[in-house]
């Protein structure tokens, strides 16, 4: 309660008397605090009457039975963990420099991990069980904690924290006697380099990695769950092909042995690997269905941190191939889903890589705006990380922009999208299929045929890396709309190869049935794919239809281009005309 200025000394008098740091939650759930000047001087008077030690047991034992509470969710009226993470943070410092009570503060650095992931606090989660691992009375449990900590580290995208970790980890176990849980985590250490590399900072080499699974095969002594670990991590190996049976072999078998262990999170993992040799041969919806079903296994463990990770990549790779296969409906609710994570806070902005590409394909232009800040605010916040795993998103925030016609905005998110790739670039040379689907869009949005041309140089046939699966369908599509409109006398090839690519994705089949109204002179054809572009949710390519199409249907489309904050498309419906006029 209120203390008269006068009484003041007395309070604090009384303060020392009591032996008490913290004034406990009021009626209502509000703690309230001291000012750090006046807990400074309360603390001294505890020294001159001799109680510190005994102040700082109570207050730890206190903070030990709140931090089980906000765990266990008991207590109804327990303070909010933001009211009194600060105190959980003191007497964790404390009791970590007191020899006996070293188990205390074990204890308490768990929970406090515990409390900091489902808080969103990443970074503080992960620091907090490499000082349980600190902590540990024994190797066993160390190695436990560090393993829990590359489980923070991999939500919060520090890839090669990541790995470092779960090398920790490994050590730790083997000192421990523990050879199985050693090899796990080597495994685990190689799977994450493999399939990952788009979150590290600095790649490791083959033969380290090499190095470790030799290891891990060594430990592993014939356990079924380490062959499954194994299997899954050979099978990400870059000398195996995305192409290559092996890998859908290996993949396969892995997603068996992981699924005949109950290791759900090693079963996504082998899952992802088949998704990966699926979208190589072009079978996205396979891969598609393959991601839905790495969110359905992995969803019941949401809170859990050694899946937090892999139940983020599931929803992405749910989210890129639906829109691979031009559902972006479907795309969006993934993409909102891998957002709204709990444990997505710190590093929130790389979660809306997907809404981002989403708002720019089907034309919300004004909503990808909004996104791209969001992005770029929390990237730069975060030290400009050169995470190439989310470089789609600069593609993409580049691409609207340049539809929009602020060719300033669109030169700087270039910049970014090269910034982002650099440690990536060197092994996978060209950026995927979904840079040159975003230039071409561009491009044909300003009528620049042979820039669209060019960026659309390579055969839809070739599949260099296995995101080209993904991006396929709408890539055949726009190769062969740009051929049409170049008039190349191979138009007619082309659009029998598209329609063929396209099959099942509508809007890239809209777009090639477009494209073969515009070669035939058939504007009733051109308005009946301005009608499937509706259904699919595509606004963008819905007004650029109604443009090519002239007469009354080009004035509505440059209303709705102008409506989605669009520049004028260059290449008009005279186009079109003079191509009616020479059939």
Not at 41 to 61: I, P, Q, W
Not at 87 to 92: E, I, K
Not at 301 to 326: C, K
Not at 515 to 541: K, N
């Amino acid at each position: 309660p209120p203390v008269d200025p006068e009484d003041v000394p007395q309070a604090l008098a009384r303060l020392a008397d009591h032996s008490l740091l913290v004034v406990t939650p009021g009626p209502d759930g509000t703690c309230y605090r001291l000012l750090e000047t006046v807990s400074q001087y309360g603390g001294e008077l505890l020294d001159e009457v001799g109680e510190h030690d005994a102040v700082h047991a109570r207050h730890l034992a206190w903070c030990q039975s709140l931090a089980a509470a906000l765990e266990t969710g008991e207590g109804a009226r327990a303070p909010a963990f933001e009211a009194v993470v600060d105190d959980l943070r003191a007497a964790l410092t404390w009791a970590s420099g007191e020899p006996d009570r070293r188990a205390a503060a074990h204890e308490l650095a768990l929970r406090l991990a515990r409390l900091a992931f489902s808080h969103r606090l990443l970074r503080e989660s992960q620091r907090r069980y490499e000082q349980a691992a600190a902590l540990a009375g024994n190797d066993a449990e160390a190695a436990e904690a560090l393993h829990l900590a590359a489980g923070a580290a991999a939500a919060g995208l520090w890839g090669n924290e990541t790995v470092r970790l779960y090398r920790a980890a490994a050590d730790a176990a083997r000192r421990a006697g523990d050879r199985r849980r050693a090899a796990l985590d080597l495994a685990r250490t190689v799977e994450c380099a493999h399939r990952f590399p788009g979150i590290m900072h600095e790649l490791l080499s083959q033969e380290e990695l090499a190095t470790l699974l030799a290891e891990a095969r060594v430990l592993a002594g014939g356990d079924p769950h380490v062959e499954a670990a194994i299997l899954t991590a050979t099978a990400t190996a870059p000398n195996i092909g995305d192409r290559d049976p092996l890998n859908a072999e290996l993949a396969e078998r892995a997603v068996e042995l992981a699924r005949r262990v109950d290791d759900a999170r090693l079963e996504s993992g082998a899952l992802d690997q088949l998704e990966v040799s699926q979208l190589a041969v072009g079978d996205v919806l396979g891969a598609a269905a393959g991601a839905q079903r790495r969110v359905a296994l992995l969803s019941p463990r949401w809170g859990d941190v050694d899946v937090a990770f892999e139940l983020s990549d599931a929803l992405h790779m749910a989210a890129m191939t639906s829109i691979g296969v031009g559902d972006l409906a479907a795309g969006r609710d993934f993409a909102r889903q891998r957002l709204d994570l709990p444990f997505h806070g710190e590093e929130r902005h790389m979660a809306v890589d997907w809404l981002l590409v989403v708002a720019a394909l089907a034309g919300d232009l004004d909503e990808a705006v909004e996104l791209t800040r969001r992005f770029r605010a929390g990237w730069e916040r975060a030290g400009r990380p050169p995470w190439g795993g989310f470089a789609v998103t600069p593609a993409a925030a580049a691409m609207v922009f340049g539809l929009r016609g602020d060719d300033q905005a669109r030169e700087e998110w270039l910049g970014i999208l090269a910034e982002m790739r650099r440690v990536v670039a060197p092994v996978m040379e060209r950026i995927p299929r979904f840079g040159p689907t975003f230039e071409a869009l561009v491009a044909l949005h300003r009528g620049e045929l042979d820039a669209a041309s060019a960026a659309l140089a390579e055969d839809p046939g070739s599949v260099p890396h296995w995101h080209t699966g993904v991006w396929n369908q709408w890539y055949s599509a726009l190769w062969a709309e740009t051929t049409v409109l170049a008039e190349r006398p191979d138009r007619y090839d082309r659009l029998a190869r598209a329609r063929m690519i396209t099959a099942r994705n509508p809007i890239a089949a809209a777009v090639v049935d477009r494209a073969e109204a515009l070669a035939a002179g058939d504007r009733a054809g051109l308005v009946a794919s301005a009608a499937a572009f509706e259904a699919a949710g595509c606004r963008y390519q819905r007004a650029r239809t109604l443009v090519l199409a002239g007469g009354d249907e080009r004035v509505e489309g440059e209303a709705a281009l102008a409506a989605l904050g669009a520049a004028p498309m260059a290449l008009q419906a005279d186009w079109l005309t003079r191509r009616i006029r020479r059939a």
